[in-house]
């Protein structure tokens, strides 16, 4: 295939000065970055070498752009001599190409400088010149795409200024960024920033972007995708997945990564064959020291009695020692002292008799450091099948190693406080409830939740929130026994295990340490805060034998510590699961009622309690469930705050009544107003005011017809002014307005003479006794004092009794209403109510 070399063949292998084609891009070092940039833009050059005449001072390649603030007005303009890295890397024209690529692995770059016997440079060796030279086509036609990936890719919105794709480039240590401009995805390049600098001064990602990104499926072959990249002269290619997304960027970094592993198939294969080698050529042996000097891994070769005879050039760089400090002397030198006799004697013995071993091992380098290394030893034998020399193979996993760490952690701790994660706990609980089985013992499940976690992330912000969280975390950690185990399931959520119950009273002393530590102060920015943790118990075998409702039925005690004032703790009881499921249940079938319309509205008349004439009426919710039968207003209205519903079910009710009132305009009947109740919800909506105009309009309701109540909750003097504008809106469209159960809230005279209010309910509460109460009957005399002062009208709720409307309506309250009138009725019923038949008065 074009632009690829014929397979592999350590006896073809180039040298680099063979490669050598055209000539050096150069520039002196007072040359600035902008003419620099635009020098290579037109060369289509990846670097240029800063040089005083012949003389090579440095280099300033692609890569380096990451390194630079654009957001400096004198970024551009900087002299190259100042920006350059120097020494410039270079390799003699007469090495071979695998040295090259040892050398780019070793110091980290993408590039050599090839030069001469005198020192004089002759060109430029790149990572995409050895994948093209080395001859590996039969390797890469054996790869995929996919096993060549060694990230995933960083992904930026085509918005994203320039400046921050730079930063952001140079913070990941990428050298492109995937940029997504809705559906597309495009590439930006360190070119495109070279082409920036060198005078395209588009500002965001998107703009110099190249879309579309040229993509291929991750099964495909490798050789086929670097010779497209070749063809296309491209340096990057999406892989995707079989379903189309994107899984990362290949480059030629990539590419020559994973052909580093071929080293080592072909190394196996060539001291296989060694002993042979010495005997048919001396030829043989020069190449078998040149591929064993080129390796990338680590390379070790001892006589029979384990006596080093030779090591590579990759030895001395992962162990520091030199040739000659190792030579006859035994692999014991590099020992590390994790490894005990037994784990030598059985390697020894698998040498001896397979041939071979393989294994991890942990050696020691000549500063004392220990690292892990990958070890495979292989032994080779003559014509008779004696073993004459032992060949070893190593590669420095330290990285591996900490990235398995790494995601060790990741997946079993929580990354924030370093505690057992929800998987990690999940594993221990299991392990406790097993062993409490077979010793017949109890296993506790505390859950601990902060209360009113939300209002520090709130105000202080989210640093705050977590430092608070590590915070909590310690002192959990420092005031359980041994062998307890504290996790953190997620936000302010934390379990501790007590693996075994010795006394319900250690428990509860438990609870109560934990509750006392973590509400002594917290320090965070020189303030100090003070929380409070709700705690859910929950016991294996007692509660349950499943670890799942263990933690179900410990977070549902916990919810009920909350409810009973918070800075508590609760045991769980079966109980509190009845409860549960029941409430689940209802919020469920309460979705259901909403997005159906089954929510009902019933109306009590308001009654003139001189005349009996009926002055209006009240819109009370209904709801008959077909599951759950007839629901209380005092279960549906508690839930549908719980679970920000009240709004829509709000709305709801509003709109009934608003058709309810055009069908009895349709049908002739004369109109009263109707009272809705209105949520501290509702009144703090931005929309309210929009959504009450619409549903008017939309069934041609005069707004005179409606008249809306607030209790004395709203009237909180926080929102006073806003309160007061909102009513005072309400009031300009025509609607009526009363404020309910009057008297049991806070209100502030001095507030209450502000708002633009009709009337005042006189609570049930107040009613339901009188005349007999002496203490309700002085509250009822003060409500409706204050509001004859006032200039508001009355309105007694809950009258059962004659007597109680003959004494109201002899003290100048303006209406009644209750059972002693009609109990709620629906609409259809409540119609004959508006054909003028006056109530019968006591």
């Not at 040229?214 to 072959?221: G, I, K, L, R, T």
Request: hydrophobic share 40%; net charge negative; charged share 25%.
């Amino acid at each position: 295939m074009a632009g690829l070399a014929a397979p592999f063949d350590f006896q073809t292998e180039p040298n680099v000065g063979s490669l050598v084609s055209g000539g050096l891009l150069g520039c002196p070092p007072q040359t600035p970055l902008e003419e620099a940039c635009r020098l290579m833009s037109k060369a289509r050059q990846s670097c240029i070498l800063v040089m005083d005449g012949q003389a090579v001072l440095g280099i300033w390649t692609e890569g380096d752009v990451r390194r630079l603030d654009l957001a400096s007005p004198q970024a551009l303009s900087q002299p190259i001599g100042e920006l350059m890295s120097s020494p410039v890397h270079s390799i003699d024209q007469d090495q071979p190409l695998g040295r090259a690529a040892n050398l780019m692995k070793r110091f980290g770059v993408r590039r050599l400088l090839i030069s001469d016997e005198q020192g004089q440079a002759l060109g430029m060796l790149t990572q995409s010149d050895i994948i093209r030279f080395q001859g590996v086509e039969h390797y890469l036609l054996m790869r995929d795409l996919g096993g060549c990936l060694r990230r995933r890719p960083v992904v930026v919105d085509s918005n994203m200024p320039l400046v921050e794709a730079v930063r952001l480039m140079a913070e990941q240590q990428v050298d492109a960024l995937v940029v997504a401009r809705g559906e597309e995805l495009g590439i930006l390049t360190e070119r495109d920033l070279v082409a920036w600098i060198a005078g395209d001064r588009r500002t965001s990602a998107g703009a110099l972007a190249h879309f579309p990104l040229f993509a291929m499926v991750e099964n495909s072959s490798l050789m086929l995708a670097v010779q497209t990249l070749q063809d296309r002269h491209l340096r990057h290619m999406g892989v995707l997945d079989p379903q189309g997304r994107l899984l990362g960027l290949l480059s030629f970094s990539d590419v020559l990564a994973s052909i580093e592993y071929e080293y080592v198939s072909q190394l196996r294969g060539l001291l296989d064959q060694r002993d042979k080698a010495l005997r048919s050529s001396v030829e043989h042996l020069r190449l078998a020291r040149q591929v064993i000097n080129a390796s990338l891994d680590g390379i070790m070769i001892t006589d029979d009695n384990g006596h080093i005879e030779s090591v590579n050039p990759s030895f001395s760089l992962v162990t520091g020692y030199r040739p000659e400090e190792v030579v006859g002397k035994t692999p014991a030198l590099l020992s590390s002292g994790y490894h005990d006799k037994n784990f030598y004697g059985a390697m020894w013995a698998q040498l001896t008799d397979q041939g071979y071993w393989q294994g991890e091992i942990w050696n020691k380098r000549k500063s004392g450091e220990v690292y892990p290394e990958w070890l495979t030893i292989t032994a080779i034998r003559d014509d008779d099948g004696e073993i004459r020399k032992y060949a070893g193979i190593f590669t420095d996993i330290t990285d591996r190693k900490h990235k398995e760490a790494r995601i060790q952690a990741l997946a079993y701790y929580d990354e924030l406080t370093g505690l057992p994660n929800r998987r990690l706990f999940t594993d221990r609980l299991q392990l406790a409830i097993a062993n409490a089985r077979r010793h017949h013992h109890q296993v506790a499940l505390l859950f601990v939740d902060l209360d009113l976690f939300k209002r520090i992330n709130d105000s202080l912000g989210h640093q705050a929130g977590d430092q608070v969280l590590q915070e909590v975390a310690k002192r959990l950690q420092d005031n359980v026994r041994e062998g307890d185990s504290v996790a953190r399931l997620g936000g302010d959520e934390f379990t501790v295990l007590v693996p075994e119950v010795e006394d319900l009273k250690n428990l509860e002393r438990l609870a109560l340490r934990l509750i006392e530590a973590l509400y002594a102060p917290i320090a965070i920015d020189g303030r100090a805060l003070f929380l409070s943790a709700s705690i859910g118990i929950s016991l294996f075998p007692g509660d349950s034998n499943d670890e799942d409702e263990l933690l179900r039925f410990a977070d549902t005690a916990m919810y009920r510590a909350k409810e009973q004032g918070r800075n508590k703790f609760r045991f769980y009881n079966s109980q509190m699961g009845d409860v549960t499921r029941q409430e689940l249940l209802l919020e469920e079938r309460l979705h259901g009622a909403l997005s159906k319309g089954e929510l009902a509205v019933h109306y009590q008349p308001k009654v003139d309690l001189n005349s009996g004439a009926l002055l209006g009426m009240e819109a009370l919710l209904r709801w008959h469930d077909a599951v759950l039968g007839p629901v209380s207003p005092a279960q549906v209205i508690p839930l549908a705050e719980r679970l920000g519903l009240i709004e829509a079910v709000g709305m709801q009710v509003l709109d009934k009544v608003c058709a309810q009132l055009a069908a009895w305009g349709r049908a002739g009947l004369q109109r009263v107003p109707v009272a809705v109740n209105l949520s501290v919800p509702q009144l703090r909506d931005e929309g309210f005011l929009d959504a009450l105009d619409g549903c008017l309009a939309r069934h041609g309701v005069p707004a005179e017809l409606l008249e809306l109540e607030i209790t004395e909750s709203c009237l909180i003097p926080e929102r006073a002014e806003a309160m007061l504008e909102l009513l005072g809106a309400l009031k300009q469209r025509g609607i009526r307005l009363a404020i309910d159960d009057f008297g049991t809230g806070y209100s502030s005279l001095a507030y209450l003479r502000r708002l633009p209010i009709d009337a005042l309910k006189l609570d049930q509460g107040f009613v339901r006794h009188l005349p007999e109460s002496a203490e309700d009957v002085a509250i009822s005399l003060a409500v409706l004092g204050l509001a004859k002062g006032l200039g508001l009208e009355v309105i007694a709720e809950g009258i059962e009794r004659p007597e109680q409307a003959s004494f109201l309506a002899q003290y100048l309250c303006d209406q009644g209403q209750g059972y002693w009138f009609s109990a709620a009725v629906p609409g259809k019923e409540a119609g004959q109510w508006l054909k003028g038949q006056p109530w019968p008065l006591p």
